[in-house]
């Protein structure tokens, strides 16, 4: 059992760069969820697919942030012009389908300076 | 609009002290509450999912339970490795996702 896998576990970048972060999901499950945590808050909803369709995005998604999930398989989560803002741990989540319990990755911790 | 409250947001026990971590929730159409685990610097960690009002569920020293308006995390003789932040999740509402508390920090000290 190889779980959500997440990659990079940290990333530190400057203010106006553009970072991309990967998940790979559990091998059976359809569902993928992307996930925003800042320090002594709850994980907050971004994204999720089924397959490969992404049939939800969170208000709090700007522009800026775009997620794909090609051939429903794993998936990465693209910032573009970084800001401080947005620093905050980027969690990954899957699950086997509707209703079913989510499964976190460890999380990319993202810092920008 | 759906909400998840927790409380206390910290909660510092000795060990063997019993107590319990609740979860209000208004979410609307809920069909199902979740509660997880979560250590410093890693993902939740699942711990339980209840349906319906009147169900629980055990896992070794932790019980959780549910009512229509809010469930609880019930710790029996806890011990220091039990220290961990504890969340919960409603899903359901309009849409499909999980809504989650801001969590209750345990500190269980030997």
């Known amino acids: 059992d190889t779980g959500v896998s997440q990659d990079p576990r940290h990333k530190i970048t400057k203010r106006g760069q553009n970072v991309t972060f990967r998940c790979d999901p559990i091998?059976?499950?359809?569902?993928l969820y992307w996930y925003r945590q800042t320090l002594g808050q709850g994980p907050e909803f971004l994204t999720y697919?089924?397959?490969?369709?992404?049939?939800?995005k969170s208000r709090l998604l700007s522009d800026r942030f775009s997620a794909e999930r090609p051939k429903g398989s794993f998936s990465t989560l693209e910032i573009q012009r970084t800001e401080q803002g947005d620093s905050a741990m980027y969690l990954c989540a899957s699950s086997l389908d509707d209703g079913s319990p989510l499964h976190f990755g460890n999380g990319t911790r993202l810092t920008v300076t | 609009e759906d909400q998840v409250t927790q409380s206390p947001e910290a909660l510092r026990l000795q060990e063997g002290e019993s107590s319990s971590l609740n979860c209000s929730y208004t979410?609307?159409?809920?069909?199902?509450l979740f509660w997880y685990r979560q250590d410093p610097g890693k993902g939740p960690e699942f711990l339980f999912t209840l349906y319906s009002a009147g169900e629980e569920k055990e896992k070794e020293r932790l019980k959780a339970t549910l009512t229509k308006k809010e469930s609880f995390l019930h710790i029996t003789a806890p011990k220091p490795e039990d220290s961990a932040t504890y969340l919960c999740a409603g899903y359901g509402g309009a849409t499909n996702k999980l809504i989650f508390g801001t969590g209750t920090l345990l500190a269980v000290q030997p």
């Open positions: 091998s059976e499950h359809n569902r």
């Open positions: 979410v609307s159409g809920l069909r199902g």
């Open positions: 697919f089924q397959n490969e369709a992404q049939l939800e």
